[in-house]
């Protein structure tokens, strides 16, 4: 579902940000934004939100943080973006912060990962001129991999504006109980060795993130 979609009953806005610090940023100040990121899970806007360094990433660029946020709807995603306590963490990041990159794709609800939970975070840029036929087989395939993995605790895949996210446009999450589940299973990661996708990838992220202690789920 793309993120031009109209938001229905049951669904919700899944929100990721990719974030480079600079490497002589300090450490502290990076600890204080997160801390900061991860208290806006407060927010009546909020359905669930956890923000923290990256665990492990497959890709040419070299992330170091990821949040990831979830939203009843559109509104709420961009009241969140521009609530004054939002804004200031990002005015104090600003200044360490070396590189960024957002996705936002619609997904039928679900309940917040507990703590210790291991996302693993996919995102696809295509070829240029890839068919509708073609994304809608990738987008298959994809949806496929969360049937024939036991490991997985939740999934969710869409579509997201390519502009919003220098050019890639098919986003996945899958969160795991534990990091050795996780990593149990390549099938997310190998996504370009399927002969329905790979032909199709010009470039791919993966991001594994494991959702910090101090972040606190809530019934969605």
């Not at 939100?49 to 497959?58: D, E, K, M, T």
């Not at 996705?103 to 609800?109: F, G, K, N």
């Not at 032909?199 to 019934?219: A, G, L, N």
């Amino acid at each position: 579902m793309s993120w031009s979609s109209e938001i229905e009953s049951g669904q919700m806005v899944e929100h990721i940000v990719l974030f480079k610090m600079k490497d002589d940023a300090d450490s502290d100040k990076i600890d204080s934004i997160f801390k900061g990121l991860n208290g806006l899970v407060r927010l009546d806007q909020v359905l669930q939100l956890s923000a923290g360094p990256v665990h492990q990433l497959r890709s040419a660029s070299a992330f170091t943080h990821v949040l990831h946020s979830r939203y009843g709807s559109k509104e709420d995603l961009g009241a969140y973006a521009v609530h004054p306590d939002h804004v200031s963490l990002v005015q104090d990041s600003a200044p360490i912060l070396e590189d960024i990159m957002a996705v936002d794709w619609i997904a039928d609800r679900t309940i917040a990962p507990p703590p210790g939970s291991v996302a693993k975070i996919t995102l696809l840029k295509l070829k240029q001129n890839v068919s509708v036929e073609a994304k809608m087989e990738i987008m298959e395939v994809i949806k496929g991999i969360n049937a024939k993995v036991s490991g997985i605790d939740q999934f969710t895949v869409g579509e997201n504006s390519p502009g919003r996210a220098k050019g890639f446009s098919i986003a996945s999450i899958a969160y795991f109980r534990d990091v050795g589940e996780m990593d149990a299973h390549e099938e997310l990661v190998n996504l370009q060795k399927d002969k329905k996708v790979g032909d199709y990838i010009d470039d791919t992220i993966v991001v594994d993130f494991v959702v910090p202690s101090s972040s606190q789920p809530c019934s969605l």
